[in-house]
């Protein structure tokens, strides 16, 4: 296999979970675009040059968490907010199921909006499929740390639940 076929090969099996995550850390929808593209660019670059890639799908993090961080900085204003569309998707429901999902929703959030950094981006990670080590790998982190940020998240959202 080529290198550009590799390339294009963890391209097609990560850029929706790049470009997703590239969304949590507050890019706006075509910034996302832009950023994902430029990190397989750069995955393009680093194996040309004969770098030393153990872990691809944790390096492609590392890298959109790192050019994600940048672009959001540059970007300014207000980060956009992925999680509009869910009061855009379900227009049948009720006044009163409405009411109570806003709510629930709003608790979550408020929860979500309590954890720290770390905690937040291990759990966005975790959501895309990646394991403790290439977390860590991708924050810069160990992987014991990741594990308890991730414990100690949970347990903070399973306690604003069942408030």
């Known amino acids: 296999m080529t290198l550009q076929e590799q390339v294009a090969q963890l391209f097609e099996e990560t850029r929706e979970d790049v470009y997703k995550y590239l969304l949590t850390l507050g890019l706006h929808p075509p910034q996302a675009q832009e950023t994902?593209?430029?990190v397989f660019l750069r995955l393009y670059a680093a194996m040309k040059k004969g770098e030393e890639i153990r872990s691809a799908r944790?390096?492609?993090?590392?890298?959109?968490?790192?050019l994600g961080l940048k672009v959001r900085a540059q970007q300014g204003g207000r980060a956009f907010d992925p999680e509009i569309e869910v009061t855009l998707r379900d227009p049948e429901r009720n006044p009163?199921?409405?009411l109570l999902e806003r709510e629930k929703m709003i608790r979550f959030h408020k929860a979500v909006e309590g954890l720290s950094e770390q905690q937040k981006r291990c759990i966005s990670l975790r959501l895309e499929g990646l394991r403790y080590p290439e977390i860590g790998e991708s924050l810069g982190i160990s992987a014991s740390a990741v594990g308890e940020f991730?414990?100690?998240a949970m347990a903070r959202l399973k306690k604003a639940g069942s408030e």
Do not use: G
């Open 36 to 38: 994902a593209q430029e």
């Open 58 to 66: 944790a390096w492609i993090f590392r890298v959109a968490h790192n």
């Open 96 to 98: 009163e199921q409405s």
């Open 150 to 152: 991730l414990r100690r």
